[in-house]
């Protein structure tokens, strides 16, 4: 039972998710336009207590999914991290993925620029999206989505999803066909989307192109963090993320307010 995932994996992961909850509430307050009555202390409080929940949750099934489905290649797993925690000299593959990682996440933000611009026209309503927050929000909200979102999404869904799909096929070798690990990651694209909802939902009314949209541009981000997160591993999809982030909600708006 003592071993039954890294228990000191599990609470360097739930003690940054945490982080990233509490990061992410300046940015949250200025999008919904939040007035706050009450005391900064108690939301900061709820954002602990009930992240402790949802993320403990979270990075234990996540760990238990991922070791039973990891590759040799560090793959659906956090080998980085791992081997830190093991007192192992990562510092050779942390560089190797590191600029690939940044690389593909800057990729993913400019993608969703450029497939967002078409909607601007298609949907008037969309410049009630369009609430300037500053940049250090933006900068602190993108650790929430780097290390929180990574988790919930990848470490859990993604791992549930292919343990799911190897339970109904898997290859000779009893590891995970490439069919249900593809499957597994745009499902989990898709629900990235649709998690955004709910904000959207606070400042305009839904509707199929505005629902199509969110799951579009989220999904982009979601597959490549995904296909990270298979051939890399956590880490690597961790930085892509938070990359993106950074060119979407610190980059852009500095350049919009420039121009």
Known sequence: MKNI???KLFFV???ACIVGSICVIPYQFT???AEVEVSILIVILSAVVNGIILFAIAVFLGLLLSK???LENGGFRAPVLEGILNKENKAKEFKD???PSI???VFAGVLIILFSLPFNDMIPELQLLHVKVEPWKGFLASFYGGIAEEVLLRLFLVSLLVWITSKIKKNKNASPSVFGIWLSIILAAIVFGLGHLPVTAQILPLNGLIIFRAVLLNGIGGIIFGWLFWRKGLESAMIAHFSADIVLHVIT???ISIF
């Open 5 to 7: 995932i890294n228990w």
């Open 13 to 15: 992961l739930l003690a």
């Open 31 to 33: 999008l919904t336009s």
């Open 68 to 70: 039973q489905i990891g």
């Open 97 to 99: 993925l590191l600029l």
């Open 103 to 105: 690389g593909l996440g």
């Open 253 to 255: 708006p500095i350049v």
